[in-house]
């Protein structure tokens, strides 16, 4: 954006052309804070294992989490495609991978202060640790991973990949801490008995005890076991009703106060992009005055119009997306009934109070007033013949010459052959008084999406046709439903895995059931 001062006033100049480099801008900016994420997670590891070999080996093993995934995505299940919102889930591999490094350290150190059968030797503690880390970190790995294989179920190519491309990681993340972090872990503390043969034992404070000291428990530890626990039993009945109380209340003020917002951004307002496409839509969102426009189609199968050709990748491989094949209906016959139909929708589009006048395209109603006493034709080979004729007359052509100017086109209404006598489909279309601002919010944009779907719907229960309309209006609102019913059956499925899961590890049904009850 150039920003400069006309008559007082600044100006700001919006070059498209700049769209691109913005939204790349943005996308590196967020990898570098992914950077920063690694950054903060290397020296909080440092920290918490007291040793830079093992924060060394952690950071390591996270950051092999995404070239290991994305060899099993490109390799093992064939993908040919990424898209950057699997980017975003290196932020997910980072967390995931630091609260396993915590449990398998974690349990290393508490294998120290356990009866000598444990703590007698690396090999006794080592196989003790990794019988509990492992176990404790497989039960989160695999409901972390459920869940977020879910998303294999959704219609939208980027979120099912971003879903699976994150279970990916976090499986590949386990694998790694308990295979390769596991052996570092016991290297070290053999080079730690090593040393301390040489009455060297500083460095390895966290992995030996020195000799003739007593292994001594960390003072977290005894808080938890010997303050904190007994406190949260003598007062479990009161936390119990206290945690139900809270979580109904927050329930029900969350369903009263919390709404959709209305003013979600792809970028932040201030950035240039961002600006550019709110006064793009807010002030200058058209040089033309356009409308939503409606079309029924007839002769196309409602419930799967459209056969696309996915194959087994999830992304297509040009932007045209992927080869799609019309369901025509085979059995479909454009008969005397339903020429009589489509006139009769035609003429309740005109009727309708919310259609701006002469904007309703109609050429079953044209070929009807161009040869009224042929009309209805009893056949469709008869039919098919009229509509190629009087498209090839003057006729025609002088009322298409006088409907231009209303943007009309043989895209608004018109019909595919069928061989040389048939028709396979025919369509029209009118315009509506829709606001062209109501896109882009799904509250706005519901009641009027139920307002025509009802008249539609009620138009084509005759005849079997189908509504789509232009400029995406229903295409935001289909994606929008299907994301909010997606979102639901995840939700269900992934908390019903979870209490399985809680019920297989706890073998206890009310711990199962309270455990779930809090996750949600």
Known sequence: AATAASDGKVMNVMWYSLTADWVNDAALLDMALALFSMIFVFLYVWFNTQSIVL????????????????????????????????????????????????????????????????????????????????????????TTAICLGCTAFSSIPAIKAFGIFSALQIIVDYVQVI?????????????????????????????LTPPGEEPKERRVTVFLRDKFSPALFKWRWLLFSFSLALAGGAGAFAGARVKFTESLTFLKRDHPF?????????????????????????????????????????????????????????????????????????????????????????????LKDHSPSGFPYPTEAALRAALDAYVASANFSALRSSMQPMGFGTDKSWYVPDGANGIKAFWQTFNTTVPSTVGGSLTRTTPVYNEWLAFTNDRCEATGCFHTAGRGLYGFWDIMYSLFNYSLQAMWVTVIATFVILLAVTTNIIVALYATLTIC
């Open 55 to 142: 924060a060394l080996a952690g950071i390591f093993e996270i950051f092999m989490s995404v070239p290991l995934a994305l060899f099993i995505w490109k390799f093992v299940m064939g993908q040919q495609y990424l898209d950057w919102l699997m980017l975003v889930s290196v932020f997910i591999v980072v967390c995931v991978g630091a609260d396993d490094i915590f449990v398998f350290v974690d349990t290393w150190k508490l294998s120290k202060t356990t009866p000598p059968s444990i703590s007698g030797s690396i090999e006794t503690r080592f196989a003790w640790t990794f019988r509990r880390a492992a176990g404790t970190m497989l039960v989160t790995t695999t």
């Open 179 to 207: 295979t390769w972090f596991a052996s570092i872990v016991v290297l070290k503390a053999k080079c730690c008995e090593d040393c301390c043969a040489q009455h060297c034992c500083r460095p390895c404070k966290g992995d």
């Open 274 to 366: 961002q600006m550019f496409f709110d006064l793009q839509a807010d002030v200058f969102y058209s040089a033309d005055d356009w409308k939503y426009d409606i079309s029924l189609i007839y002769g196309v199968k409602a419930e799967e119009p459209l056969v696309w050709d996915l194959g087994t990748q999830m992304f297509p491989a040009t932007d045209a997306g992927w080869n799609a094949t019309v369901q025509f209906k085979t059995d479909f016959v454009f008969d005397a009934t339903v020429q009589e139909a489509i006139v009769a929708d035609c003429d309740a589009f005109k009727a309708h109070a919310k259609v701006p006048q002469n904007e309703v395209w109609c050429l079953m109603s044209e």
